[in-house]
């Protein structure tokens, strides 16, 4: 099967996995696990950041940040196709008990103007602008990548303003490496940071948050409160550490494997559109958008697995578990198929 629907569809490799059998753990609630402890430094020192701290998702990473950063009643500023809004489950609301300005921008992305006009003045009508969250690369935005002049732009507006700066870097690593602008450099922009290890990176669990001391120990806090107090973690992080060591460069090899689908895709006559390509997501959107759900069953008859993103588009993510064959025997089926 080529499955095409998530980066997060990876499996552990056997180096991977013999890694994790060894790694030596310990009770991680007492921070007394080795392989976390290591996990947690080295993606501290990666960023040059402070601190790192081992959750068990992405969502529970940015739910936590959210948490430590903004109080109830409290306003983030973020887009309207944010993951923190759109796909953890109401957990602003839920968990914090925080209010969102949505805003409709271009592949996901804010702007330095959007953040100006939104962020709230002092008046009592209006809830205090706590944060604002940015997610690159955009998942809704087909995997865009931010400008970074943009961001330093609204950083330097932030900190200006005494405002927060999230990042919901899921795939950052896929923005950097295709950029060029290197992770310290991103770090010294955002208070805090996600990052996912389960994605492209091809770890089985777990997602780092990082940021400053004092953020990070109030994070561990508001993890545990969250139920996400692991204690013999270390097996899993052992595969996260190993992702972050060995699978960053070749999230290249994914960029090149969808542009390739994004250029068949765009000769097909019965796709109207392709999401201009940044990184490792490409999103099409069909001629005829009641043929969405036709063209997934045509696919899984050639055991290929895609998702439907929205009426009338497709999904494709390419990943560690897709080889430049898999994409050489998907571009034939998809040139045969007839629609
Ligand atoms: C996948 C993802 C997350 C985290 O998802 P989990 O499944 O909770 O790990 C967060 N933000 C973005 C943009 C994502 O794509």
Redesign the pocket.
Same mark, same amino acid.
């Given at each position: 099967m080529i499955d095409f629907r998530s980066d997060?569809v990876t499996k552990p490799t056997a180096a991977m996995k013999d890694v994790m059998l060894s790694a030596p753990v310990g009770d991680d609630v007492f921070c007394e696990d080795p392989t976390v402890n290591e996990l947690e430094t080295f993606a501290a020192d990666m960023f040059g950041m402070e601190k790192a701290l081992y959750c068990s998702?992405?969502?529970q990473t &940015?739910q936590i940040a959210i948490n430590v950063h903004v109080q109830p009643g409290g306003e983030i500023i973020t887009n309207m196709e944010s993951?923190i809004y759109k796909y953890e489950g109401g957990g602003i609301a839920k968990n914090t008990g925080a209010s969102v300005r949505l805003i409709h921008g271009n592949r996901g992305r804010l702007t330095i103007d959007d953040v100006k006009e939104w962020i709230n003045p002092d008046d009592v009508h209006f809830p205090v602008t706590q944060l604002v969250s940015l997610?690159d690369t955009s &998942?809704r935005g087909g995997g865009a990548i931010y400008d970074f002049e943009e961001i330093k732009k609204i950083s330097a507006f932030c900190k200006a303003n005494r405002l927060p700066l999230h990042l919901?870097g899921?795939?950052l690593m896929n923005a950097m490496v295709e950029n060029g602008v290197g992770i310290k450099e991103y770090a010294t922009q955002f208070d805090s940071i996600s990052l996912?290890l389960?994605?492209g990176l091809g770890a089985p669990v777990g997602?780092v948050l990082i940021g400053k001391e004092d953020f990070i120990n109030k994070s561990r806090r508001v993890r545990k409160v969250f139920g996400g107090g692991m204690r013999q973690a270390g097996i899993i992080a052992a595969g996260g550490l190993y992702a972050l060591k060995n699978n960053v460069i070749r999230l290249k090899e994914d960029h090149v494997h969808a542009k390739a689908l994004e250029s068949t895709l765009n000769s097909l006559n019965w796709v109207k559109e392709v999401v201009p390509v940044d990184t490792n997501i490409v999103v099409a959107i069909l001629e005829d958008t009641s043929k969405r759900d036709n063209i997934l069953g045509e696919l899984a008859k050639y055991d290929i697995k895609i998702m439907a993103f929205g009426p009338g588009m497709l999904r494709f993510v390419t990943h560690l578990d897709i080889s430049g064959s898999d994409i050489d025997r998907t571009i034939d089926v998809l040139n045969k198929l007839t629609i």
């Open positions: 997060t998702s992405g969502t &940015n993951h997610e &998942n919901d899921a795939r996912c389960s994605k997602s």
